[in-house]
């Protein structure tokens, strides 16, 4: 954890120096790495589970990304912090395509069909065993 801006460099030498085994990064930092220089440089040798969430991740990135991981896998995750941390995640090693995975055990999902046909947007709502009550009043 650092409280210094955010940049491909600063990420990579993080990593070799420390040999970070997990990492969580968002799809725009990924994508920032992708797109710079440095990694054709870097070496995440060290790097057992790369996890991306917050928001989509295209292909050509989470294949990027997976090429440069020896020993490791990029992990897409969904799922909120406030309500309990990750509702799915895609397989270790799962060959990248638009997924999030499968909804983990004890998880119920539903896409409302109620409230897409007055605002024209698709809506998924899920529950936890446990969650912040606020959630579910």
């Not at 896998?73 to 909120?80: E, F, I, K, N, R």
């Not at 309990?84 to 895609?90: A, D, I, K, Q």
């Amino acid at each position: 954890i650092t409280k210094r801006k955010f940049s491909p460099l600063l990420f990579t030498h993080l990593v070799e120096k420390y040999k970070v085994n997990v990492t969580l990064t968002s799809p725009y930092q990924l994508a920032m790495i992708v797109q710079s220089q440095v990694l054709n440089l870097a070496d995440y040798s060290s790097v057992r589970m790369w996890l991306v969430g917050g928001g989509y991740l295209a292909q050509h990135l989470r294949e990027t990304i997976q090429d440069h991981l020896l020993y490791g896998t990029l992990m897409v995750t969904y799922g909120l912090t406030e309500i309990g941390g990750v509702l799915s995640v895609t397989a270790p090693f799962q060959k990248a395509s638009n997924s999030v995975g499968k909804i983990g055990p004890n998880l119920k999902m539903k896409v409302c069909d109620q409230i897409m046909k007055v605002l024209k947007e698709k809506f998924i709502f899920y529950r936890l065993l446990m969650m912040m009550e606020i959630y579910w009043e």
